[in-house]
Structure formats: C-alpha cells, structure tokens
C-alpha cells in the first residue's frame, strides 16, 4: 500500500475504536508487566508525533521503582488536601470529590512523566517564534500518539495531573528549564469502562458536538449557510 493510499475500512474502524474506547484509567490495573517490545512500539509512536519545526521536544522518563513512585504519590495526597480545600464551602460536591480515584501511581505497570524541553536545537524553533506555547502542545500530541497506541494493545492510561511539578522536578531530578507535562500510569487492566469515569459518576455530562462548534465567528453555533452540517453533527451522540 502505498503511502498516499486511503486506509481500509478495517483500519478506520481500529483508529475510531482506540479514539472512543480511550479511557483515563485510575483504577482496574492488574498484576501483568507490559512486555518490553510492546513498551517500545508505544514510545515509538509518540515518538513520531507532529511537533512544531520537527523540534521534537520531548522526554520520556520511565519509572518503577517504588520508592520514586511513593514519593509522586505523596505529593498526590498533598495536592489533594489542597483541592479539597477549595470546596470548603460546598460539603456535598466535596463528598463526591472524595469519592473518586484519580490515580493509580502504585496499582499500575509502569509510570512515565512526559517532559517538554524548550532548548531542543536551539533557541530558534521555525514556527514557535509567534506562538511559544506550540512546544507543549507537540507534546501533548505526542501523549496522545502514546494513549492510542497503548489503547491498541490493550494497556489503559491514567493522566494524573493533581501533582505539584516543583515535586516532580525535584523528585525525577529534571532540569529547571524542562517542564513536566504529563504523569501517566500505564497497565493492563480487568476492564475498559464504557464511558469516562466522571461521566459515568454524574460529576460532568458530555457536551453535544453542536455545543461546542461554531460557524464562521465566536458564538455562532448556527447560521443557514452551515444547515445541513449542523443537522448532520445534531444527530450525533
């Protein structure tokens, strides 16, 4: 096949599965170690992700020493206790907050924080020069490469972003001028739920697709010119 050929609709069909059976994973990993191969066609993956004038600004730091991971997972509870806090005065939403696992830094595999180096061939990047924050968002696409691939192999992905990064800098020893982007814990799992689990709980509905489209200028989310595209993604769930 060659490189500028469609894809099957066997293939549409497999990328649409790992884009809607995605899940941020924070409980239901099992005692299995992911195969060292598996781990590598994963990073791979991420590693050819699109980033701004091919900068390619990313570090994976892979951890599963407990002792390292025990320490991220303090400065969970710490960061915590902090959210908590803010919702002192609505006693019932803080209940449920307390109620939901939001991290499986222990319970799962394997944890990687996904760095973003700003230095990465020099200080002139083509393309960052108007935008700076394209550098972080070439490593959040590089994520995402990351959370299909592993969707596709069946490893569930848990994003834990209630961290404080001055902790993950000093606890992963990572330079002052690289930033930590993401902390992700990596697993097999007993099962993919059907639906985010904060959708599921009721803490947030999905918003439908024509809530958050709009036509031609901010706030227009209907015109007579685009009626016939609003009545098709209306009728999506």
């Given at each position: 096949m060659r490189a500028n050929d469609p894809f099957s609709a066997c293939e549409k069909d497999g990328l649409y599965k790992a884009i809607f059976?995605?899940?941020?994973?924070?409980?239901?990993?099992?005692?299995?170690?992911?195969?060292?191969?598996?781990?590598?066609?994963?990073?791979?993956a991420a590693h050819h992700a699109p980033s701004v004038g091919f900068s390619q600004p990313w570090n994976f730091i892979l951890?599963?020493?407990?002792?390292?991971?025990?320490?991220?997972?303090?400065?969970?509870?710490?960061?915590?206790?902090?959210?908590?806090?803010?919702?002192?005065?609505?006693?019932?939403?803080?209940?449920?907050?307390?109620?939901?696992?939001?991290?499986g830094i222990l319970d799962s595999?394997?944890?990687?924080?996904?760095?973003?180096?700003?230095?990465?061939?020099?200080?002139?990047?083509?393309?960052?020069?108007?935008?700076?924050?394209?550098?972080?968002y070439s490593v959040c696409c590089a994520i995402q490469n990351l959370w299909l691939a592993a969707r596709s192999e069946g490893i569930g992905i848990g994003w834990v972003s209630?961290?404080?990064?001055?902790?993950?800098?000093r606890i992963l020893s990572i330079p002052d001028f690289v930033r930590p982007v993401a902390y992700l814990c990596l697993g097999y799992v007993s099962e993919f739920s059907d639906k985010p689990d904060l959708e599921k709980t009721g803490w947030l509905p999905r918003m439908g697709l024509e809530e958050v489209i709009c036509f031609e200028q901010w706030g227009r989310h209907k015109t007579d010119s685009w009626e016939l595209f609003y009545e098709t993604i209306s009728k999506i769930n």
């Amino acid at each position: 096949m060659r490189a500028n050929d469609p894809f099957s609709a066997c293939e549409k069909d497999g990328l649409y599965k790992a884009i809607f059976s995605r899940r941020d994973v924070r409980s239901h990993f099992i005692n299995k170690e992911i195969p060292n191969d598996i781990l590598a066609k994963i990073l791979n993956a991420a590693h050819h992700a699109p980033s701004v004038g091919f900068s390619q600004p990313w570090n994976f730091i892979l951890i599963k020493a407990n002792q390292i991971r025990q320490q991220v997972k303090d400065s969970f509870v710490r960061e915590r206790e902090k959210s908590v806090s803010m919702l002192d005065s609505d006693k019932a939403k803080q209940k449920r907050y307390l109620s939901l696992k939001l991290e499986g830094i222990l319970d799962s595999a394997i944890n990687i924080c996904v760095t973003y180096d700003p230095t990465r061939f020099g200080p002139f990047v083509l393309g960052r020069t108007s935008i700076a924050e394209t550098g972080v968002y070439s490593v959040c696409c590089a994520i995402q490469n990351l959370w299909l691939a592993a969707r596709s192999e069946g490893i569930g992905i848990g994003w834990v972003s209630i961290l404080a990064n001055e902790d993950l800098q000093r606890i992963l020893s990572i330079p002052d001028f690289v930033r930590p982007v993401a902390y992700l814990c990596l697993g097999y799992v007993s099962e993919f739920s059907d639906k985010p689990d904060l959708e599921k709980t009721g803490w947030l509905p999905r918003m439908g697709l024509e809530e958050v489209i709009c036509f031609e200028q901010w706030g227009r989310h209907k015109t007579d010119s685009w009626e016939l595209f609003y009545e098709t993604i209306s009728k999506i769930n």
